[in-house]
Structure formats: C-alpha cells, structure tokens
C-alpha cells in the first residue's frame, strides 16, 4: 500500500510559478513510475506530465510542455511539480497518483494504482 500526499497548491497570478510536491510512503516508491494529474470545473481529469521510475523519461501534455517540468527524488520518496508561466487555464485540483506496474501507458489514469487527494492551484488574471 503506498499513500501519497500532495501540497504547493495555492493562488498565483498569471504568469507566476507554483512547486507542487507529492510525499509518498513505502519502501518500493523508487520502483513506481508516476504522474501528475488535474481536474478543472466541470472538466474530466487530464493527464498532465509523468516521469519514470529511473528518471530516464518524462512525458507532458501538450499545453503544458516547456512550462511544467516533473522530477523525482527517490532517496526522499518526493515527486515534484514545477509550473512556470502559469495560465488561467492550469486552475484545476492537482493530484499525483503512482503506477507500480509501470505499465507504460502513461496518459490513462487507469494505470495508476494510487492516488493523493490533491491541491488545489488557482490561477487569476
């Protein structure tokens, strides 16, 4: 079982940056590829970037690529969300999750087995 908690969120003007980090419990998090996640108002949750267990590879959604880099620390059990030029747009619930199986299918929410409960990132104009 591994449980993860994020934080960073907050309220940022348009074109700031935000750091989120996720905390994770668990011996084997350095095996997990993992990913963040958001979902705004009314919208379905999206993909936003992942990175894999070795740090070797990170993946991005296009609206974010450029601005948003993910990293890991594995000797800490942290993953990290750094958002630079922040957009209205980015408001949403941010929300780390873990796949252990390191499936590869890293834009499916459904390949991840572990899920923080979020934080919140409001962007204003």
């Known amino acids: 079982q591994v449980q993860l908690v994020e934080s960073g969120g907050g309220l940022v003007q348009a074109g700031g940056s935000l750091r989120l980090s996720c905390a994770a419990s668990?011996?084997?998090?350095?095996?997990?590829?993992m990913g963040w996640f958001r979902r705004a108002p009314g919208k379905e949750r999206e993909f936003v970037a992942h990175i894999t267990w070795s740090a070797v590879n990170t993946y991005y959604v296009d609206s974010v690529r450029g601005r948003f880099t993910i990293s890991r620390d594995n000797a800490k059990n942290m993953v990290y969300l750094l958002m630079n030029s922040l957009k209205p747009e980015d408001t949403a619930l941010y929300f780390c999750a873990a796949d252990p199986t390191r499936s590869g299918d890293y834009a499916w929410p459904g390949a991840y087995r572990y899920w923080g409960q979020g934080t919140q990132v409001t962007v204003s104009s």
């Open positions: 668990g011996r084997t998090f350095s095996t997990y590829n």
